[in-house]
């Protein structure tokens, strides 16, 4: 069976090769292919370009991305001549990844983090090429986006590009290490890390000085993940970082299901001398000291300690160190410190997930407190948690518990 | 009928074949999960079929409502549902056996997990000696008495101790070993089998109960050990990759689901990695009917079973493990008609011989001044002495043979449940209240957990007048204490009394076990037997592998291999039994297909 599927991807490779001449198949040598399987794999391609919900195939796209703007599909990425990439050329894809324009010279979505993939050189894109063009084509067609006017034309992204985009090269530092340069060049290249992890502007570009300070999508906070001083995860060592991209779960946290994606289908097979770089670069990341938050008043502490011992402590731990690679300790966590409490607020919310990984198939959960805890209580409970064990995050409103709530709801 | 839902004929008579699979497993509890495991682990493909649904940790046991009295140990929510199923019981032959619709004296679990999701976890090693009661026994105090039909296993200690290991690294067992590779180490039980090592995770933290029990023990010369515990004294992570968090001593284990993934089970330990496998497939929801038996009668071919929709199908499989609980495994062997149903007339047969249970009895200790405070609670929260168990201690002239663990378990303060009173208060009213509100608090339990030795009278069989939600005749059980059993607690409880006397309470209220076994107050869900393993195929189901005598390719799980019961919880012996059958699966089996003991 598993040869006959390969052949026909070679085939097809071939009638390719008659019209256009990009290398075909069976010209690819093993080596070039794997060394695109692992890009991709950083890249993780699959995350985006498999429609996972509707049981898609790999690579054919379809996914259903929610933007600040309305949704957008992705394309298939296979090499299907009608519907995937089957007819594009090595410079097509380049053009696509280096500056976002599509074979037929449209532009793409910004979406597509071509501003991240712009850093990546020529024979990488070429390896990534090759890998893709060796898997089995899938005929699937890709849904036309839900923007509104003016943003249905994609010329439209024309404009967005002269004033966000710069196609260019991956520049290393020659005063830091090689290691250093190599994650950087991973996290702002393939990983593209900030595509969630640096808050965007009114346009959904990154804002430079917010690089890796978190940003929120879908309601969910990508947390800081500057780990210098005052970063986000500063109390996170190297190691914590390799475990956590590996492995899913350190002594500080376990990982939630949007990034838990990522975990599982990307970093959890990338190299470890390549997730110790990435560890490098961000514990080289600073970050500016936060103004100190008021302390909330005492009735507020008082209700919050009663509702979080009622309610968390058994898990969680009374002075709220957790139990480390299992319950979260919530003393110094990123996301209850966060400016933004919107993660924390929905965990308590809805619960969540520790998603099981290769090396932690064990599968951790909290459960929801929607229908147990009023706004209210949500509020209190997460301000109490800002404010205790060396915590400071300013306090949340009630307010903000019904808004989120009733978002959660739709 | 004017209830159509429950006639049996209304289900689809069409039989939907599917393709065929390695293995099919009857039953996804304990036994089913690790033999899944294992022959996953082989590179074979593995269907479970399950009775009951799917359940686990964070959507079904969560820690805002697993505790539960309610709707766990009043509905019993985990258990079988009497509606669909249950068995019929009588204390003897000449009496008629009629359908238990409340479950009392034992509680069959039904659903992914099996009773592995609400048990204890009181995970003990049966003794050496247990494992060849008959010539152990024979050889020390002569022949055994006349109706008394206790066997060796088959099987010995040496032989699954490496599997016993397996199985408490699996679940990060919390205990003190007392004896490593034969040297008795202080602390732990001085009488138990050797131990390749120490446990995984060190004792639980003991309370006020325990430390009385411990002192008193000590002070009649006698050997106080902690209880090994399946509630973890500290975070763990087993062989799998799979993490457990430290016990919260909430006090809800038995009847519960644990929320905070503090109690192993399959859930918590095993099934994780099974169902990330490939080539594993769980149908839940589904009951199998029958083994489907080969024309040439010397193997089985698959299973069949109906889902929730009322389809019906035929799974083909060159292997099947049965895996349901003890008394569901027999009656599938009864129905399915692998090996000779047993006949306590003639004592002819196997399929049924030997039901066993256990002996329990127990003695609530009062306290005027200090509070025990025993919702500071967990399942296997306990201390134990074991100088009167199994062959611990000389029986010449006592009459019986066997013996039991006395412990102090502290296992919970559940208000619904637990409220014992000490001895003439009644049993309602404002007396009663007043009574439950003084002694709440300040109450500490022994229970004396006794073995039971098999009888030609005892066993099970199909019922011939009463029927299942499919029209399948129910289980029947033939049961009542024997002499064996009497003689036993009455020896036994009064030694539990008088270390109950030592741990300095106003009052000791002592609940022996007398008259005739009665199936509505809750004893012990240890039921044994029905599909005994030996060393013949003339008294017993399956071999040391628990190889059916009969269809080679069929294996069966579970306690109902014991050939009598010893006086532990069952768990660990059941679990290394499983690992001892896969072994052999893997080793020898599927080398070579085909009986792995001659007759």
Known sequence: ?410 | MDRPDLAPNTRETRVEKLPSVDVVIIGFGWTGSIMAQQMLEAGLNVVAIERGGWRDTPTDFAPTMAPDELRYYWRHEMFQETARETLTFRNNISQTALPMRKWGSFLPGSGVGGAGVHWNGQTFRFLPSDFVAKTHNEERYGPLPTGMTVQDYGVTYDELEPHFDTFEKLCGISGKAGNINGEIVEGGNPFEGWRSSEYPNPPMEMTFTQHRFEEAARGMGLNPFPGPSANMSRAYTNQHGISLAPCTYCGFCEKFGCGNYSKASPQTTIIPVVMRNPNFTLRTNSEVLHINKHPDGTRATGVTYIDADGRTFEQPAEIVIVAAYQLQSTRLMLLSGIGQPYDPRSGEGVVGKNYTYQVMSSINVFYDEEYTNNFVGAGALGMIVDDYNGDNFDHSGLGFIGGAYIGAWTTNARPIESHPVPEGVPEWGSEWKRSVRQNFLKTASISVHGASMAYRQNYLDLDPTYTDHWGRPLMRMTYDFTVNDRRLTNHITPIAEEIARGMGGREVKVNSREGAYDSVPYQTTHNTGGTIMGQNPSESVVNRYLQSWDCHNVFVMGAGAFPQNAGYNPTDTVAALAYFSADAIRNQYLQNPGPMVQA
């Open chain 1, 1 to 410: 069976m598993r040869t006959s599927k390969i052949i026909l991807a070679a085939s097809a490779g071939l009638a390719a090769a008659l019209t256009i001449a990009p290398a075909s198949a069976q010209n690819l040598s093993f080596s070039q292919v794997e060394r695109g399987r692992y890009l991709a794999t950083v890249g993780n391609c699959a995350g985006c370009h498999t429609d996972e919900v509707n049981d898609g195939e790999r690579f054919a796209g379809g996914r259903e991305m929610e933007t600040p703007f309305g949704s957008i599909y992705t394309p298939n990425i296979t090499f299907d001549n009608e519907t995937g990439l089957g007819l594009w050329t090595r410079d097509d894809f380049y053009r696509a990844m280096n500056e976002g324009i599509a074979r037929d010279g449209s532009h793409l979505y910004p979406a597509f983090p071509y501003p991240y993939f712009t850093l990546m050189p020529r024979q990488e894109i070429d390896a990534i090429y090759d890998y893709l063009s060796s898997i089995e084509p899938v005929y699937s067609e890709t849904p036309e986006p839900q923007f509104p006017f003016p943003l249905n034309i994609r010329q439209a992204v024309m404009g967005w590009n002269l004033l966000y985009f710069e196609p260019q090269e991956f520049v290393p530092d020659p005063e830091q290490s090689d290691e250093w340069n190599r994650g950087r060049y991973l996290v702002d290249g393939p990983a593209h890390c900030g595509a969630c992890h640096t808050d965007k502007n009114f346009a959904g570009a990154d804002i430079e000085d917010e690089y890796l300070r978190g940003g929120v999508l879908e309601d969910w906070l990508a947390p800081n993940i500057r780990g210098g001083e005052n970063g986000g995860i500063a109390h996170w060592s190297e190691d914590d970082i390799v475990a956590f991209l590996e492995g899913g779960r350190n002594d500080h946290t376990g990982v939630m299901p949007r990034m838990g994606e990522v975990v599982v289908l990307s970093t959890q097979y990338m190299e470890t001398a390549d997730l110790e770089a990435i560890a490098i670069y961000l514990k080289t990341l600073d970050d500016e000291a936060r103004d100190p938050v008021e302390q909330p008043s005492e009735a507020i502490m008082t209700a919050g300690g009663g509702i979080y011992f009622d309610n968390c402590a058994a898990c969680h731990a009374s002075d709220g160190t957790g139990v480390p690679e299992i319950f979260a300790p919530l003393a110094g966590s990123n996301k209850v410190n966060a400016e933004d409490p919107i993660t924390m607020l929905r965990v308590i919310l809805e619960g969540t997930l520790a998603v099981p990984t290769n090396d932690n198939p064990g599968p951790i959960g909290m459960p929801a407190f929607d229908w147990k805890l009023t706004d209210q209580q949500i509020a209190d409970l997460a301000t109490f948690l800002r404010a205790s064990w060396g915590n400071s995050a300013p306090a949340v409103s009630e307010g903000e518990v019904a808004d989120l709530r009733e978002r959660l709801e739709e």
